[in-house]
């Protein structure tokens, strides 16, 4: 049975940090692209950050400089690591699994597991 659990989020004020995890169980976890995903009320989910299984890692613009994704391996597990948060950073947070897959002859990534997601709140 696939698993995602996310742990580490919660409340800190603007200019803090949080770090994320999530644990998976279930699926080769190296062998698969892993990301963190947000969702804020009334907005649109957005990938935050991801990393293949070689460790190549991307940030949406929003959070680059200041958030990192890791990984490691051999525990199964991924990490985020959240500095000079800001208010704009308040949403539920998400981690995914996926591979690549080809659409219209184009490599991109299919999500097929995900956790249940951890509550980021930041105050000012």
């Known amino acids: 049975q696939v698993q995602l659990m996310e742990s580490g989020g919660g409340s800190v004020q603007a200019g803090g940090s949080l770090r994320l995890s999530c644990t998976a169980s279930g699926f080769t976890f190296d062998r698969y692209l892993m990301a963190w995903f947000r969702q804020a009320p009334g907005k649109e989910r957005e990938e935050v950050a991801g990393?293949?299984?070689?460790?190549?890692?991307s940030y949406a613009d929003s959070v680059k400089g200041r958030f990192t994704i890791s990984r490691d391996n051999a525990k199964n597990s991924l990490y985020l690591e959240m500095n000079s948060l800001k208010r704009e950073d308040t949403a539920m947070y998400y981690c995914?699994?996926?591979?690549?897959?080809?659409?219209?002859?184009?490599?991109?990534?299919?999500?097929?597991?995900w956790g249940q997601g951890t509550q980021v709140t930041v105050s000012s």
């Open positions: 995914a699994a996926g591979l690549m897959v080809r659409v219209g002859g184009f490599p991109e990534p299919e999500y097929r597991y």
């Open positions: 990393i293949d299984s070689d460790g190549i890692t």
